[in-house]
């Protein structure tokens, strides 16, 4: 096979995944089964509801974080991806009350409770000072740290053009929410320094 006919091939079996799994999963009412936060996250960030069924499938993740309590209920797969998409589908606003939730579970409850590493479990420590699971609960465990990402690039505004790569083609679009007053950001990229410094 050549580059395209590769391309080519690899496209008609994403378009032939995507609309398998949109039948199985993506019933005519809207809903995505099973009806958990993931689902509609993992669904979403793929792109896998038609198009004409994607604003409804992002008010409906909203409602069920509305619903928790505007908590994240969310495991490796689906944390990674919620506040991007949160963003992509307006709902920036969520994005920023998620990321500045307190108590568990969230991101600042383990910093609440003196943090310095991203933890393997959301209750980690329990309020109550005990270990959630003694046997298994790693204190520097990075997959819910992958909210950093979303933090660089609304917060800080520092992304890449799509397409681009090693940030040779630079977007600078800070979106500030949640209360935030100011951000600094430096990355030493391959083509140089980039900066976006602002404040409110």
């Known amino acids: 096979l050549d580059k395209q006919d590769y391309i080519n091939k690899r496209n008609n079996v ?16 809207g809903a995505i ?8 996250i993992v669904a979403l960030r793929f792109d896998i509801p038609p198009e004409t069924r994607r604003a ?17 209920s969310t495991g490796f797969l689906g944390t990674p991806h919620i506040c991007h998409v949160l963003s992509r589908f307006g ?33 980690g420590i329990k309020p109550d000072g005990r270990f959630q699971d003694e046997e298994m609960n790693s204190f520097n465990h990075y997959a819910y740290g992958a909210i950093g990402e979303w933090m660089y690039k609304n917060i800080g505004g520092l992304d890449q053009k799509e397409g681009s790569s090693g940030y040779k083609v630079i977007v600078i679009a800070p979106k500030p929410g949640g209360g935030t007053t100011r951000s600094s950001i430096d990355f030493e990229s391959v083509y140089g320094t980039i900066a976006c410094h602002w404040n409110i």
Not at 57 to 69: C, F, H, P, T, W
């Open 33 to 40: 089964m099973p009806n958990t936060q993931t689902s509609y």
């Open 14 to 29: 994403v378009q032939l995944v995507k609309s398998k799994f949109a039948r199985e999963i993506v019933p005519p009412a």
């Open 56 to 72: 409804e499938a992002a008010r409906r993740l909203v409602r069920l974080i509305e619903g928790y309590g505007n908590h994240i």
């Open 91 to 123: 709902y920036q606003d969520v994005a920023y009350r998620l990321l500045l939730q307190e108590n568990f579970p969230s991101w600042l409850y383990p910093i609440k409770k003196g943090a310095t590493t991203i933890w393997e479990r959301w209750d």
